[in-house]
């Protein structure tokens, strides 16, 4: 295949009896899993040498997987002239501080006003192609509901300078968060692998089936009886990784319908969630860069309310 970039990737001791997709996930970490599929399904994938397009296909360790990666192709997403607030910009990446309530990337049910539609209007051709699509490159993703800060990669260089760091565990992420019930401690580390939740596809879940390293980091700020502010610190970067940690030690976020009880007597829908910290390593000039985000209005206005509540 002309122009298709050729990754190899060999199977451990650990990845034993996985899936082919899940194997690849885990490897190829900056590509995503449904893409993955999709080589698979064409064709583009070999194990020891023979094609393989079976995605649920069992490896074993010491196999070697080839992977093709197709030429990018434009992405068919419209750019629309949507406010960024934008932290910091060069000509590698940019830091933005994304409003609750904005989606990351299309998707069915949201095709558009997402953060790529903004970034495409405001990148205009400096754009990065991971995942096989020039696209801005959103290195990591927050939810709908989470509001703050996010590094985008605006060429490939970039990107895999900042995928690299995530996935060396050297990116600084902090986030504020209330959620429900007391602690009896005023910090502590929770280490409990996150995989896809069976008996809802929409959900993650604390597992130990086709799952990811996942360690949270968290510390008591502020006590209210009911509710609690912690500061929560990523070491991992799994998909709803806070949520789904605090509710394993039964502290769900308030608001959080997927997660907890859902109801918020405060007046508003979702996770209260904010990443208000981010640091890494330019790939360009090796210098550590660390930004932060305030708590939004929404945010202190929930605390408003708790500390009366609390009173």
Same mark, same amino acid.
């Given at each position: ?8 990737v +060999? ?5 034993e009896?996985a899936?082919? /997709? ?9 590509t995503s899993?449904?893409y ?6 064409d064709?583009?994938? @070999?194990?020891?040498g023979a094609?393989c %397009?079976?995605?649920?296909t069992?490896v074993?360790?010491?196999? %070697?997987?080839e992977?093709? =990666?197709?030429p ?14 934008i932290?910091y910009e060069?000509?590698d990446?940019?830091?933005v ?5 904005m ?8 095709? /558009?006003g997402t ?5 495409l209007?405001? @990148?205009?051709?400096s754009?990065?192609?991971? *995942?096989?699509?020039?696209r801005?490159?959103i290195? $990591?993703? !927050?939810?709908?509901? %989470?509001?703050g ?5 605006k *060429?490939?260089?970039? $990107?895999?300078s900042?995928?690299e ?6 990116? &600084?992420r902090?986030?504020?968060?209330v959620?429900? *019930?007391?602690?009896?401690?005023d910090?502590? &580390? ?10 809802m596809r929409?959900?993650?879940?604390? &597992? ?7 360690v %949270? ?5 502020? +006590?209210f009886?009911?509710?609690t ?7 991992t970067?799994?998909t709803?990784?806070i949520?789904? $940690?605090?509710?394993y !030690?039964?502290?769900?976020? =308030?608001?959080d319908?997927?997660y907890?009880?859902g109801? *918020? ?5 979702g996770?209260?969630?904010h990443?208000?910290?981010?640091g890494?390593?330019?790939?360009? &000039?090796?210098e ?9 209005a ?10 009366l509540?609390?009173?």
């Open positions: 295949m002309t122009g298709a970039e050729r990754h190899i +060999r199977i451990g001791k650990e990845e009896g899936r082919l /997709d899940a194997a690849l996930s885990l490897a190829l970490s900056d899993r449904s993955l599929q999709k080589l698979i399904a064709g583009n994938v @070999c194990i020891d094609v %397009t079976v995605k649920k069992p074993k360790e010491g196999q %070697t997987i992977v093709l =990666l197709p990018a192709v434009s992405l068919t997403v419209e750019a629309q002239n949507i406010p960024l607030d932290v060069d000509d990446l940019l830091v501080d994304k409003p609750r309530g989606v990351v990337h299309p998707a069915p049910g949201n095709p /558009d953060l790529v539609n903004a970034l209007w405001h @990148c205009g051709d754009l990065s192609s991971i *995942n096989g699509v020039i801005p490159g290195v $990591h993703r !927050i939810d709908k509901d %989470t509001s800060l996010l590094m985008v990669a *060429n490939d260089k970039a $990107h895999m900042l995928s760091q995530l996935a060396a565990h050297t990116i &600084t902090r986030y504020r968060a959620v429900l *019930n007391n602690f009896k401690e910090e502590g &580390t929770v280490d409990a692998p996150i995989g896809r939740d069976e008996g929409l959900r993650q879940a604390v &597992t130990e089936k086709h799952a990811r390293h996942a %949270t980091h968290y510390k008591v700020l502020e +006590r009886g009911k509710y502010l912690i500061e929560a610190r990523l070491e970067g799994r709803h990784q949520r789904v $940690h605090m509710a !030690i039964h502290h769900p976020l =308030l608001g319908d997927l907890g009880r109801k *918020n007597p405060f007046g508003i829908s996770q209260v969630l990443a208000g910290v981010l890494f390593v330019h790939p360009a &000039t090796g550590y860069m660390e930004f932060t985000s305030p708590l939004p929404y945010f202190e206005e929930v605390l408003r309310k708790i500390r509540q609390a009173k």
